[in-house]
């Protein structure tokens, strides 16, 4: 596997990547945003402590510190690099190149589960807002009420995220399709445009504006205090530092390691004063890898690695999710143009239905015909292991090139289940926080998950045999649900052995093509790792607040409820502190 560690694979694999496209203005200069300064400059700025350091400024890292910083000091550590001016990024059409991109100061970080799945994650000011498909919708209220979270205060914080970066679609021709093809398979009421979680079918929100263009989470600094918010990008966190004082039990979280964008080391302070905190914000890898790097985690995962215990806790990685994808290909009569999701169906079989078409790059982007199917990667799944090579790829890749263009027009129609229940856990490979740590998701190990999956296919079925569906097709009449599971088959992307039943046992080809739609979670639940709170428990002056806290994924994306987190958790410590005088 080590051509894979190369990123030669994840070069060919972003061109298959059927839920994510991006455009590349420089947004930065039209945001009151504080400044954005490489993590060198910090051994030049005038040194002082701070109320917050925040190890993240991701989905929810953004919008907390904008918060936080209202009334006090807050250090924002973000380890990649700038959104802005980027166009694989900003633009719509250039969605999955950000997949493409290999090289140190890539907005992504490519990684394969032990499962097989090729997945992401962000490394980016703004984190996965940055490189996600955009599709914005709420939590349902039972999520909320399971968290234990103040209903008003969530009612407050999510338009608080609305009203600056999220827009309404102008639905695209194969988004319309779908909404009528779940109307007619019987998925409904009909919702209309809405960011609530109903069941039926529904047009949601959006994070790309009128003109294609992605905003973002780091939007969102632009309302905090630029006089109380220092953001230092290029700046890894590698470990936090405590203090133990005799006669206190609880080791106290003081500060921060972290090496910028030359490798030199620096160490960052909390203030004095009660109150004050570390609050880590680096999303379902980065927050449960920098806890066991620190040392808090399962005694003989931290010797293993001859880190030094400072509070055994034997459930941090542990619990980890990833909502399994399944997609089936359907082949049209004229290339689609290209779509994310903007319409989705809830169901009341545990599955959300959504969908993605066509292909598209800007004049100034990568040149390449791959579309989203894959040759050359359902082919590389059937070799064993052992024998995938580098010249394998090269090979698959020639072959491709060679088919003409027309052959990847299509959609893809995507069921995720909804969840999940099975779950599987995180460990390290080394103390690099920049390393990627070993990841399980063990994919349908419990067998709800399975029949969700079946269910979802079966609900496909039934979309494709709609009328609506049936004149994509180039005959008019559709194709048979064997031949598009077939096809499906081939177009797959991950590493995962095929079978002859693919297309004839549902179950295992829900087995054989699961991927991801990136809405992985967990390693710090709360109740284990955190409190209701997000406090680290046994700890003081840390914290956790971001994806690896939820034991389940909320919504049919998840990106609006982390983002909301982000706001309400800062409101919360704000009133916590302060009272009345918060003034939120």
């Given at each position: 596997?080590?051509?894979?560690?190369?990123?030669?694979?994840?070069?060919?694999?972003?061109?298959?990547?059927?839920?994510?496209?991006?455009?590349?203005?420089?947004?930065?200069?039209?945001?009151?945003?504080?400044?954005?300064?490489?993590?060198?400059?910090?051994?030049?700025?005038?040194?002082?402590?701070?109320?917050?350091?925040?190890?993240?400024?991701?989905?929810?890292?953004?919008?907390?510190?904008?918060?936080?910083?209202?009334?006090?000091?807050?250090?924002?550590?973000?380890?990649?690099?700038?959104?802005?001016?980027?166009?694989?990024?900003?633009?719509?059409?250039?969605?999955?190149?950000?997949?493409?991109?290999?090289?140190?100061?890539?907005?992504?970080?490519?990684?394969?589960?032990?499962?097989?799945?090729?997945?992401?994650?962000?490394?980016?000011?703004?984190?996965?807002?940055?490189?996600?498909?955009?599709?914005?919708?709420?939590?349902?209220?039972?999520?909320?009420?399971?968290?234990?979270?103040?209903?008003?205060?969530?009612?407050?914080s999510y338009p608080w995220i609305e009203e600056r970066i999220v827009y309404w679609p102008k639905i695209a021709p194969w988004q319309a399709a779908l909404r009528d093809g779940l109307l007619?398979?019987?998925?409904?009421?009909?919702?209309?445009?809405?960011?609530?979680?109903?069941?039926g079918t529904k047009v949601g929100g959006t994070i790309f504006d009128e003109a294609g263009y992605r905003h973002t989470a780091a939007d969102l600094l632009a309302a905090g205090n630029p006089?109380?918010?220092?953001?230092?990008?290029?700046?890894?966190?590698?470990?936090?530092?405590?203090?133990?004082?005799?006669?206190?039990?609880?080791?106290?979280?003081?500060?921060?390691?972290?090496?910028?964008e030359n490798g030199e080391q620096h160490q960052a302070f909390l203030s004095e004063k009660r109150g004050s905190e570390i609050i880590v914000s680096a999303g379902a890898i980065g927050s449960?890898?920098?806890?066991?790097?620190?040392?808090?985690?399962?005694?003989?995962?931290?010797?293993?690695?001859?880190?030094?215990?400072?509070?055994?806790?034997?459930?941090?990685?542990?619990?980890?999710?990833?909502?399994?994808?399944?997609?089936?290909?359907?082949?049209?009569?004229?290339?689609?143009?290209?779509?994310?999701?903007?319409?989705?169906?809830?169901?009341?079989?545990?599955?959300?239905?959504?969908?993605?078409?066509?292909?598209?790059?800007?004049?100034?982007?990568?040149?390449?015909?791959?579309?989203?199917?894959?040759?050359?990667?359902?082919?590389?799944?059937?070799?064993?292991?052992?024998?995938?090579?580098?010249?394998?790829?090269?090979?698959?890749?020639?072959?491709?090139?060679?088919?003409?263009?027309?052959?990847?027009?299509?959609?893809?129609?995507?069921?995720?289940?909804?969840?999940?229940?099975?779950?599987?856990?995180?460990?390290?490979?080394?103390?690099?926080?920049?390393?990627?740590?070993?990841?399980?998701?063990?994919?349908?190990?419990?067998?709800?998950?399975?029949?969700?999956?079946?269910?979802?296919?079966?609900?496909?079925?039934?979309?494709?045999?709609?009328?609506?569906?049936?004149?994509?097709?180039?005959?008019?009449?559709?194709?048979?649900?064997?031949?598009?599971?077939?096809?499906?088959?081939?177009?797959?992307?991950?590493?995962?052995?095929?079978?002859?039943?693919?297309?004839?046992?549902?179950?295992?080809?829900?087995?054989?093509?699961?991927?991801?739609?990136?809405?992985?979670?967990?390693?710090?639940?709360?109740?284990?790792?955190?409190?209701?709170?997000?406090?680290?428990?046994?700890?003081?002056?840390?914290?956790?607040?971001?994806?690896?806290?939820?034991?389940?994924?909320?919504?049919?994306?998840?990106?609006?409820?982390?983002?909301?987190?982000?706001?309400?958790?800062?409101?919360?410590?704000?009133?916590?502190?302060?009272?009345?005088?918060?003034?939120?």
């Amino acid at each position: 596997m080590g051509f894979i560690r190369g990123g030669m694979l994840f070069k060919i694999l972003v061109f298959l990547c059927f839920i994510r496209l991006s455009q590349g203005r420089n947004n930065s200069a039209t945001l009151d945003l504080p400044p954005l300064r490489k993590a060198s400059s910090f051994s030049k700025m005038q040194h002082e402590a701070y109320d917050y350091i925040i190890v993240g400024g991701g989905t929810a890292g953004c919008p907390l510190a904008a918060t936080l910083s209202k009334k006090y000091k807050v250090l924002l550590l973000e380890r990649g690099g700038s959104p802005y001016g980027n166009r694989n990024i900003s633009y719509l059409e250039n969605f999955h190149i950000c997949l493409a991109d290999v090289s140190p100061n890539s907005p992504s970080q490519g990684f394969i589960s032990t499962d097989g799945v090729i997945n992401a994650r962000a490394k980016v000011l703004g984190g996965g807002t940055c490189i996600n498909a955009g599709f914005y919708s709420r939590a349902n209220q039972r999520f909320v009420q399971d968290a234990g979270w103040d209903e008003e205060l969530v009612n407050q914080s999510y338009p608080w995220i609305e009203e600056r970066i999220v827009y309404w679609p102008k639905i695209a021709p194969w988004q319309a399709a779908l909404r009528d093809g779940l109307l007619e398979a019987g998925v409904s009421p009909y919702n209309g445009y809405t960011y609530d979680h109903i069941f039926g079918t529904k047009v949601g929100g959006t994070i790309f504006d009128e003109a294609g263009y992605r905003h973002t989470a780091a939007d969102l600094l632009a309302a905090g205090n630029p006089n109380n918010l220092r953001v230092l990008l290029h700046a890894s966190v590698n470990k936090i530092v405590f203090k133990t004082t005799k006669g206190h039990l609880k080791p106290s979280a003081i500060g921060v390691q972290f090496k910028d964008e030359n490798g030199e080391q620096h160490q960052a302070f909390l203030s004095e004063k009660r109150g004050s905190e570390i609050i880590v914000s680096a999303g379902a890898i980065g927050s449960p890898q920098l806890l066991l790097i620190s040392g808090i985690g399962p005694r003989t995962e931290l010797k293993k690695h001859n880190i030094s215990v400072v509070l055994r806790n034997e459930h941090v990685g542990k619990g980890m999710s990833d909502n399994p994808l399944s997609s089936v290909f359907i082949p049209t009569k004229n290339p689609p143009k290209q779509s994310l999701i903007e319409t989705v169906g809830i169901t009341d079989g545990g599955v959300f239905i959504e969908a993605s078409s066509g292909f598209g790059q800007t004049d100034d982007s990568i040149h390449c015909h791959h579309g989203i199917m894959s040759a050359e990667i359902g082919q590389l799944s059937t070799i064993p292991p052992k024998q995938r090579s580098l010249e394998a790829v090269h090979k698959y890749v020639h072959n491709k090139n060679s088919l003409p263009k027309e052959v990847f027009h299509g959609g893809f129609i995507l069921s995720k289940i909804d969840g999940p229940l099975s779950n599987g856990d995180l460990v390290l490979v080394d103390t690099d926080a920049n390393s990627n740590p070993n990841v399980t998701f063990n994919y349908f190990k419990h067998p709800q998950d399975l029949r969700r999956c079946v269910y979802g296919i079966k609900t496909i079925e039934r979309i494709v045999h709609t009328n609506t569906f049936s004149n994509f097709t180039p005959s008019g009449s559709g194709y048979p649900m064997e031949k598009l599971l077939n096809m499906s088959v081939a177009a797959n992307i991950n590493l995962i052995p095929k079978h002859t039943n693919d297309s004839t046992s549902l179950e295992q080809f829900c087995r054989d093509t699961v991927v991801t739609i990136w809405h992985y979670h967990g390693g710090c639940h709360v109740g284990k790792v955190v409190d209701q709170q997000y406090k680290v428990i046994g700890t003081s002056g840390l914290r956790v607040i971001d994806g690896s806290t939820l034991s389940r994924s909320p919504g049919t994306n998840p990106q609006a409820t982390i983002m909301m987190m982000g706001r309400y958790m800062g409101v919360e410590i704000l009133r916590e502190r302060l009272g009345r005088a918060a003034g939120v």
